[in-house]
């Protein structure tokens, strides 16, 4: 539009826009822009301005980085991490957090590392003390019998370590370091046992894919509600279990200059969804349309029909609740389920609301999802919330004015 590029003259790309953040390649690229072209290359520098003067050139440039997308993962990779240190410190966490064929790598060389390491302490101290030699001498005292080589020794450890116990291959009571090899190795065993099954046990019971379950509309709507202009969106449940203690939130991520000139990329504020009515605790149940009512103290305050086609932001929703299966306040903290999503400016549709989705049939209430999505027009006024309660207030003032003229003239003289 003609007010976005007249504003984009006055004020850098990066403060207009949530994804373009200056970094290295832009810095690299207008360096090398800045280059005075040859007269060979004037005509292919000409052809590219024409190809990005094209539609579909201008709509590639319209697209731009989210910063949570619609099925809510966070678009931001950590990099340059000097201290890795941290994450052996909490190794538990960080075994838990691996994708699952490095999780699943991890949990078998944890095993075979340890039956390799015995077997090969099994098989050193019964070639020291003769025992590989003398196997089948019924007047040798062996300290491991029937061990005469590195894979009978490698099958001991994983039947001591897993207590299979085949009787064939045993530490007897002649030696003092086989009884003590063989203590270790089931203490060891047993702290394995216990963080690999621990880890594997937290890994599956985590609810990150009941997420996929709660669903969003695909746009927010603004219009009248109760005479205040709303920003909704609508939240639904797909499963029979529902949500313990379901809360929402809303970021607001948009960046920003300061009147001092620094620019404030990504900044997060605040969207209240009913905090401090308690309407932000929700019994999801059925589908239901989460209001944020546009006031004073709201971002969008000054934000009008017109103005809404110029700005760049991102509404971040986050739903979080407990798991009903796993209801327990025991596990409350480690069946935390969240699930999130994002709203662009161009996701927001002024003067829209939400079609109901609920009928009564058969004595119960019926929700078709096919509904989800859908949306009518209502006449709602362009104008702003400011600009709305500013002819508000004017209004009742000169109600108030011709109030009080009449019942003067209607005084008695």
């Not at 300061?258 to 059925?286: C, H, K, M, W």
Request: glycine share 6%; charged share 25%; hydrophobic share 40%.
């Amino acid at each position: 539009p003609a007010p976005q590029e007249a504003g984009a003259r006055f004020y850098p790309l990066h403060a207009l826009s949530v994804a373009n953040i200056p970094n290295s390649s832009r810095g690299k690229s207008s360096a090398r822009s800045s280059t005075i072209p040859t007269p060979e290359g004037l005509q292919s520098r000409r052809c590219k301005l024409l190809e990005e003067d094209s539609p579909m050139a201008q709509a590639g440039k319209r697209q731009r980085q989210r910063y949570v997308t619609k099925m809510g993962k966070c678009q931001v990779n950590l990099g340059n991490i000097q201290d890795k240190k941290r994450f052996l410190s909490d190794i538990f966490t960080t075994i838990v957090d691996l994708k699952y064929r490095w999780f699943l790598f991890v949990f078998m060389m944890c095993y075979i590392i340890t039956w390799l390491v015995f077997g090969f302490i099994y098989f050193l101290d019964a070639w020291v003390r003769g025992d590989v030699g003398h196997r089948g001498d019924p007047e040798w005292r062996a300290c491991i019998e029937n061990v005469d080589g590195f894979v009978s020794a490698l099958l001991l450890s994983v039947e001591s370590q897993r207590t299979i116990g085949y009787g064939t291959r045993m530490v007897t009571a002649n030696c003092a370091e086989g009884v003590i090899l063989l203590m270790a190795q089931s203490i060891v065993g047993s702290m394995i046992d216990a963080m690999m099954v621990g880890c594997m046990f937290v890994k599956i019971s985590r609810p990150k894919k009941r997420a996929q379950t709660l669903i969003f509309s695909k746009n927010c709507v603004i219009s009248l509600r109760d005479e205040k202009l709303c920003l909704m969106f609508r939240v639904g449940d797909l499963r029979e279990s529902h949500m313990v203690d379901a809360k929402i939130r809303a970021k607001l991520i948009k960046s920003r200059q300061t009147a001092e000139g620094e620019f404030i990329p990504l900044e997060q504020s605040e969207l209240n969804l009913g905090y401090d009515t308690g309407e932000d605790r929700l019994f999801l149940v059925e589908p239901q349309i989460i209001c944020h009512v546009i006031n004073r103290h709201s971002p969008f305050w000054d934000m009008s029909a017109e103005s809404l086609r110029r700005e760049q932001f991102e509404i971040i929703i986050i739903l979080e609740g407990i798991v009903e299966a796993t209801g327990n306040r025991a596990l409350a903290a480690g069946m935390t389920c969240q699930a999130r999503t994002s709203y662009t400016e161009d996701e927001i549709l002024w003067g829209y609301r939400f079609e109901p989705c609920m009928s009564l049939e058969k004595g119960a209430f019926q929700v078709d999802y096919s509904r989800f999505e859908m949306t009518f027009e209502v006449q709602t006024p362009a104008a702003s919330a400011r600009e709305l309660h500013e002819l508000k207030e004017l209004e009742q003032q000169e109600h108030s004015t011709l109030s009080l003229y009449w019942d003067h003239l209607l005084q008695p003289c």
